[in-house]
């Protein structure tokens, strides 16, 4: 059957899971009025966006924009193929975006955005790549992305959801339970947005009257029952811990808040066990006594702060490897804890991957906290700078064992056996 040029060249439709296309050579402009193309288009333009069209459809969404790159080349007032162009360069942008390369994602899906601007998926998944850069000036256009999609969608569901994240983020928690009451309203059994709705709206009611004090790269939130000369030294504190432990991980976020709570307000806001005198989920959270030692604080700060870091470089980092680099830089000495485990029974591997934040044994949590540290110190004696490689490789590995294998070139188990070796018993 011989087919024209106007029925090879087909349009994509980019959904979270679906592709859907259309063989003809028109695209559906703003309305849904159907828009016919300015031009025949050539044969090899044809050719090549057909060409496009089977790589997107095989997930080779890199070669499927080059594709489109040649037709447009040869078709270039073409809105079918800036828009397949689109598809396809979101498409690689959100890959990326997975693969936690959220400044390549960007790149993508701002030239998606640029090529089809209509398209509020991809002005979302832009929001979303620059969210993940956890890069202040990034987070801020997320902000306007969000924005721009919710002025043209008001009841746009992943919009208001990554909004009201950034939002909480930012501990503006009245926005964030705004947003996500919207779009819990618009979705009412969705469990992820009740679990966040609800976590904000507790907060809100512990901090709802707390102060803010600028740093260089910190905001520190304080509560007012927390005197206002310790939250100075809190922020002073947090400055210092940043000049030295930045510099030592090369990871240099540009801004972190920080909220100071009362031992009692920091149980009501994070429902903790009552071992937790810190916590870090995307920001620093601290319970202070009223007049706490100075070396107390500073070792507090060291350890949350330690946290924010080193989940800078990377996500992939175990609870263990980022507990043990924490009272590392606290402070804590590995020998003690050596000690301590020599005197027990054997470490074993399993319990490098104990759920710590919801034990209560406060044994079981001070053997976890030993041995990580002493793992931690271990390989970081192996040789200089063992521990910062193995954070570089684990922002290129999912998984620990294949980092530890890249870094050290024995498995995991063989590691962990030959520290246990060492013990002193």
């Not at 040869?74 to 828009?83: E, G, L, Q």
């Not at 990554?162 to 705004?178: K, N, T």
Request: hydrophobic fraction near 40%; charged fraction near 25%; include cysteine.
């Amino acid at each position: 059957m011989v087919r024209s040029k106007s029925a090879l060249l087909s349009t994509f439709v980019l959904c979270p899971a679906v592709l859907a296309m259309a063989s003809i050579w028109t695209t559906l402009a703003p309305g849904g009025l159907a828009r016919a193309e300015p031009t025949e288009p050539s044969t090899e333009a044809v050719q090549a966006n057909e060409q496009g069209i089977r790589s997107l459809l095989d997930r080779e969404a890199d070669q499927a924009a080059t594709a489109f790159r040649h037709a447009l080349a040869k078709a270039p007032d073409s809105v079918v193929v800036r828009r397949n162009l689109a598809a396809a360069l979101a498409a690689g942008g959100e890959r990326r975006r997975l693969e936690r390369k959220p400044w390549e994602a960007v790149a993508l899906f701002l030239e998606a955005v640029g090529l089809h601007p209509e398209r509020l998926l991809y002005r979302v998944q832009l929001g979303r790549a620059r969210f993940q850069t956890e890069n202040n000036g990034a987070r801020l256009s997320a902000h306007e992305d969000f924005s721009w999609v919710l002025k043209r969608a008001p009841d746009h569901l992943d919009a208001l959801v990554s909004l009201g994240e950034i939002e909480y983020m930012e501990r503006r928690l009245d926005e964030a339970v705004r947003l996500w009451s919207q779009a819990l309203a618009l979705r009412p059994h969705d469990a992820d947005v009740t679990t966040r709705l609800a976590k904000a709206r507790r907060e809100q009611t512990v901090e709802r009257s707390f102060r803010e004090l600028p740093g260089q790269v910190f905001l520190l939130r304080y509560s007012p029952d927390v005197s206002e000369p310790l939250a100075a030294r809190a922020l002073q504190l947090c400055e210092q811990a940043y000049g030295e432990l930045s510099k030592n991980y090369q990871s240099y976020p540009d801004r972190i808040v920080v909220t100071l709570y009362t031992p009692a307000q920091f149980r009501s806001a994070t429902r903790t066990q009552g071992w937790v005198a810190g916590l870090w989920d995307g920001t620093i959270r601290l319970a202070v006594r009223p007049r706490p030692q100075d070396a107390e604080l500073r070792a507090t700060i060291r350890h949350e702060l330690t946290h924010h870091l080193v989940r800078a470089i990377t996500r992939h980092a175990p609870v263990w490897l980022h507990e043990g680099l924490a009272q590392i830089n606290e402070g804590k000495q590995a020998e003690t804890a050596e000690a301590r485990l020599a005197r027990g029974r054997s470490p074993q591997p399993r319990e490098l991957d104990a759920h710590i934040l919801s034990q209560r044994d406060p044994r079981r949590v001070s053997r976890f906290y030993d041995i990580a540290l002493a793992y931690t110190a271990w390989l970081n004696r192996t040789r200089s700078g063992a521990v910062q490689d193995l954070l570089r490789s684990l922002a290129k590995e999912e998984s620990i064992d294949s980092a530890l294998r890249a870094t050290f070139g024995e498995s995991r188990r063989a590691l962990f056996e030959r520290w246990k070796a060492t013990l002193v018993r």
